[in-house]
């Protein structure tokens, strides 16, 4: 086993399970076990989403969706849910449908790994790399730092990397890799006055469009020190991963705050302000539920005098005034990876793996599961239910 992370372990452990016989190890090239599961969450452990509809869940996958379909018909959310449970982890669901240990912390997941490979006898290997693989007959042979090892079988779960030269083991056995991107990122806004004025404000319900694609998303935006963030956000950084990566991370992001309002609704609804409120100002009450500074902001971006009431407000300051709340426009510059949650687009070809068993279809007893797979799931759980379900499967149909 390649790779001491969330799918490495899972496999791992579920193998062993199966195969109590069997010599299994976890290399593991660095001195930490199980990184990305003790950050997740903030520290809690996302470990999936309450999703039980098998199309439905798929809708979360950028790319892959098509393969994870058949992978949850075998091994899905609700299949978490209970080997958790049978090992001694209750899961809770919060109000978003984000799942997490009881006892809110990811502790309760290494825990729960650690003892379980201790009881099945697999054997951990940290600061453990490997340097090249080469199959001899039936056998692997890994070169690693510390020696050479034969194994019958080999799973890669090394998770996903930003740079392609991660994957050249991989490579060297003959199977493509799409380049690496970054899939999950916030917006950096660096130009923008509203980021100095505005950071900490959130809205729970606006929608993100990319100007030069047309492409969206719907749902709570944050706008931060460095630009915008929140789930509408880094959903459009995860389904449109390539296009910004092909635009170098520079395009106009049109932002509408009164989301599900179209321009044409919001610019009755505040006709209907103004005949209501005609003598207040309009700075003095902000409206459509927003935020009082962002709609401060938006009324003075739109030009409306802070002393003029309602019904002194023109025509042209009105459609200016609708213009702000549904099409403010903002200049893009760069991107910023979404808190310590590294997650790319991009790794072994999908074409050339059995979904199946997740074995290699150009090399026998060559298994892959995790991010190292050309998959990827937006933020709430997705990338930890994908790696749980392709290690699950691999694990399987893994024998010697």
């Known amino acids: 086993m390649i790779g001491g992370g969330a799918a490495g372990f899972f496999a791992a452990i579920n193998l062993a399970i199966l195969h109590p016989d069997y010599r299994i190890q976890i290399l593991e090239k660095s001195d930490k076990l199980l990184s990305k599961v003790r950050i997740s969450g903030g520290g809690r452990c996302n470990v999936t989403h309450s999703c039980f509809d098998h199309r439905e869940l798929v809708k979360n996958y950028p790319r892959g969706y098509r393969e994870l379909l058949q992978v949850f018909s075998r091994f899905d959310v609700e299949d978490t849910i209970a080997w958790f449970k049978q090992h001694g982890v209750e899961l809770k669901t919060e109000g978003d449908g984000r799942m997490f240990p009881t006892s809110n912390s990811s502790q309760s997941i290494i825990d729960c790994f650690l003892d379980l490979a201790e009881q099945l006898k697999i054997k951990i290997h940290k600061r453990s790399e490997v340097l090249s693989v080469k199959k001899e007959g039936q056998d692997f042979v890994l070169e690693t730092n510390a020696g050479q090892l034969k194994a019958r079988a080999l799973i890669c779960a090394m998770g996903g990397h930003g740079k392609i030269k991660f ?6 056995l003959g199977h493509r890799i799409v380049e690496p991107l970054p899939s999950l990122f916030t917006f950096n806004l660096p130009g923008e006055t509203i980021i100095k004025e505005l950071q900490g404000i959130s809205v729970p319900s606006a929608e993100v469009c990319i100007q030069s694609s047309g492409l969206k998303y719907q749902g709570p935006v944050l706008i931060t020190h460095w630009g915008l963030s929140g789930p509408a956000v880094l959903k459009l950084s995860a389904f449109a991963a390539r296009d910004f990566h092909a635009i170098h991370y520079d395009t106009r992001v049109i932002v509408n705050w009164v989301f599900p309002l179209n321009p044409h609704e919001t610019e009755v609804a505040l006709k209907k302000i103004q005949q209501e409120k005609h003598k207040n100002h309009p700075m003095s009450q902000a409206q459509f539920d927003l935020p009082k500074r962002l709609w401060e902001n938006l009324c003075t971006g739109a030009g409306l005098p802070f002393q003029k009431p309602w ?3 023109s025509k042209v300051q009105m459609k ?19 808190k310590e949650e590294f997650v790319t687009t991009g790794g072994v070809e999908l074409k050339e793996v059995d979904f199946k068993t997740m074995q290699s279809k150009l090399v026998p007893n060559l298994f892959f599961c995790g991010e190292v797979l050309d998959i990827d799931g937006i933020t709430g759980g997705f990338n930890f239910q994908s790696a749980w379900s392709t290690a699950w499967i691999a694990a399987q149909h893994c024998k010697i």
């Open 167 to 172: 994957y050249n083991l991989i490579q060297s």
């Open 311 to 313: 019904a002194e407000i």
């Open 320 to 338: 200016a005034l609708t213009e702000r709340l549904c099409k403010s426009t903002y200049h893009m510059e760069g991107r910023t990876t979404f």
